[in-house]
């Protein structure tokens, strides 16, 4: 193991990773290659009545740590700050953060803060800013968010809201040059993400290979059989996240069942 590299937990170790995604302020969940400024061709699964701290009290209850609030453009700080406190440690907090404002959001609560944008600038990673972050956040509660979307049979950063490709591909070799940076990847398989249709089966299987610190996956869970392919295509390296197949979330995956999950594995 490299001398930075944080420990790997064994095989059949992988868990459940909760989120609270919000937009305008209000917990949602979307199809994620439709996310845009323009509302109106944001498609939306679910938006819930309930409050962000709702659902991080919910998930600190269950000590269920380690889950993220995606702050989703504009709007949403009144909101993330509310669930950040709600679960003081217990959850991470990503959208729009850079050094100006990362400091913020660690002392609301976020045991990390989630970057992409403020990295990944005009299609590139900007090395200037991601060292300034890491000096100034600490390798150990940054997390790199390298949601990806397959081209020409590899996936690619995406960024601006999953729209527009950057020169990162996601490879072994790419995981461990940016692993020394941080203390954990955020991945959405962004073509599935929101749709229910099925994991990105090569996706989960490369991070399980090749991630040299630990990696959570989100998009296209239907069903609590996904928890298990995951955790076999992943070696239970890589945790999973439930979004839009949560029956929290209106879907028909019940959140009792991925609790009872977790303990047989």
């Keep these: 193991?490299?001398?930075?590299?944080?420990?790997?937990?064994?095989?059949?170790?992988?868990?459940?990773?909760?989120?609270?995604?919000?937009?305008?302020?209000?917990?949602?969940?979307?199809?994620?290659?439709?996310?845009?400024?323009n509302d109106a061709s944001t498609q939306t699964?679910?938006?819930?009545?309930?409050?962000?701290?709702?659902?991080?009290?919910?998930?600190?209850?269950?000590?269920?740590?380690?889950?993220?609030?995606?702050?989703l453009g504009s709007g949403n700080r009144e909101a993330a700050l509310a669930a950040l406190g709600a679960y003081p440690g217990g959850l991470q907090y990503g959208g729009g953060v850079c050094p100006v404002n990362a400091a913020d959001f660690l002392d609301a609560g976020a045991s990390h803060v989630i970057v992409t944008s403020y990295v990944f600038r005009d299609g590139a990673i900007d090395y200037?800013?991601?060292?300034?972050?890491?000096?100034q956040v600490g390798r150990e509660r940054l997390v790199l968010d390298l949601s990806c979307r397959k081209r020409d049979g590899e996936y690619w950063v995406v960024t601006d809201r999953w729209t527009r490709f950057t020169d990162f591909k996601v490879t072994g070799d790419s995981l461990e040059s940016l692993a020394r940076y941080c203390d954990e990847f955020l991945v959405h398989g962004v073509d599935v993400e929101g749709k229910m249709s099925g994991v990105e089966e090569s996706l989960v299987s490369l991070l399980g290979e090749s991630s040299p610190i630990p990696s959570t996956y989100a998009g296209g869970v239907r069903s609590l059989d996904d928890m298990d392919l995951v955790?076999?295509?992943?070696?239970?390296?890589?945790?999973?996240?439930?979004?839009?197949a949560l029956d929290l979330f209106g879907g028909d995956v019940a959140y009792a069942d991925?609790?009872?999950?977790?303990?047989?594995?």
């Design 128 to 135: 200037d800013r991601l060292n300034e972050l890491t000096r």
């Design 258 to 265: 991925v609790l009872a999950w977790q303990p047989r594995k």
């Design 45 to 71: 699964n679910f938006q819930s009545e309930r409050s962000s701290s709702f659902y991080a009290d919910r998930y600190r209850e269950d000590s269920l740590p380690g889950g993220h609030v995606i702050a």
């Design 1 to 37: 193991m490299l001398a930075w590299a944080k420990p790997i937990r064994e095989a059949s170790q992988m868990r459940f990773r909760p989120c609270i995604d919000l937009k305008d302020g209000q917990v949602v969940q979307i199809v994620g290659g439709t996310l845009s400024e």
């Design 231 to 244: 955790s076999a295509l992943g070696s239970g390296r890589v945790d999973l996240t439930i979004g839009s």
